[in-house]
């Protein structure tokens, strides 16, 4: 188990970029994938992006292209660049451990993308 601490959200036009960024308080070396979701009020959570030790990615395909996610271990630290954002993508972010999160999760970091 980790604390997860996410950062980085804001207020964007459409159009615009941000970097998410999530720190665990543990290592996150040995960790075989990480992943950031997002949720909206009244829907489930989503998975947006992964990235596994190897170094393959998945990305939602409402996300392809726009989105890329990396991770420094040495920082115990995962990254998610958004790119062309649009309203459609606002929502609360927040990482974890992927396929099997850990049963603790951060607050979340906020991103709303004006039209």
């Known amino acids: 188990q980790s604390q997860l601490v996410e950062s980085g959200g804001g207020l964007v036009q459409a159009g615009g970029s941000l970097t998410l960024s999530c720190t665990a308080s543990?290592?996150?070396?040995?960790?075989?994938?990480m992943g950031w979701y997002r949720q909206t009020p009244g829907k489930q959570r989503e998975l947006v992006a992964t990235?596994?030790?190897?170094?393959?990615?998945y990305y939602h395909d409402s996300v392809k292209g726009r989105f890329t996610i990396s991770r420094d271990n040495a920082k115990n630290t995962v990254y998610l660049q958004m790119n062309s954002l649009k309203p459609e993508d606002t929502a609360v972010y927040y990482c974890?451990?992927?396929?099997?999160?850990?049963?603790?999760w951060g607050k979340g970091t906020l991103v709303t993308v004006s039209s």
């Open positions: 990235l596994n030790i190897g170094g393959s990615t």
């Open positions: 543990i290592s996150i070396f040995s960790i075989s994938g």
């Open positions: 974890n451990k992927h396929p099997i999160p850990w049963t603790g």
